[in-house]
């Protein structure tokens, strides 16, 4: 059984920081590429970060492009994604995401993603 687990949310105050972690079990996890995804009250899920599977590539959203940063440690079956100087904005359920190898790989499309977590609330207040 596949489960991936979130951690790290809470409630911060606008230009805090928060380590949201993932971890992964169930999976050969080194064989998926990772990704989060948020959703707002009211949004729609919004792609935020996505790792390849060997780490090897980076992908952000433009809206957090230079705050977060999104790593993985394939030992510990765990991704990860640092959020600095966040905003009001970032407010939002995050969720992490497990997108199975494959020669032609879509990061920001939450559909092609297959296996996903049930997400920590992350609240920023201003």
């Known amino acids: 059984q596949v489960q991936l687990v979130e951690s790290g949310g809470g409630l911060v105050q606008a230009g805090d920081f928060l380590r949201l972690s993932c971890a992964a079990s169930?999976?050969?996890?080194?064989?998926?590429?990772m990704g989060w995804f948020r959703q707002a009250p009211g949004k729609e899920r919004e792609f935020v970060a996505a790792?390849?599977?060997?780490?090897?590539?980076?992908y952000y959203a433009d809206s957090v492009k230079g705050r977060f940063t999104i790593s993985r440690d394939n030992a510990k079956n765990t991704v990860y994604l640092q959020m600095n100087s966040l905003k009001p904005e970032d407010t939002a359920v995050y969720y992490c995401a497990a997108y199975l190898y494959s020669r032609y790989y879509y990061p920001t499309e939450g559909t092609k993603y297959t296996y996903w977590g049930q997400g920590t609330q992350v609240t920023v207040s201003s």
């Open positions: 790792i390849k599977w060997n780490g090897g590539s980076t």
């Open positions: 169930g999976l050969t996890f080194s064989g998926y590429s």
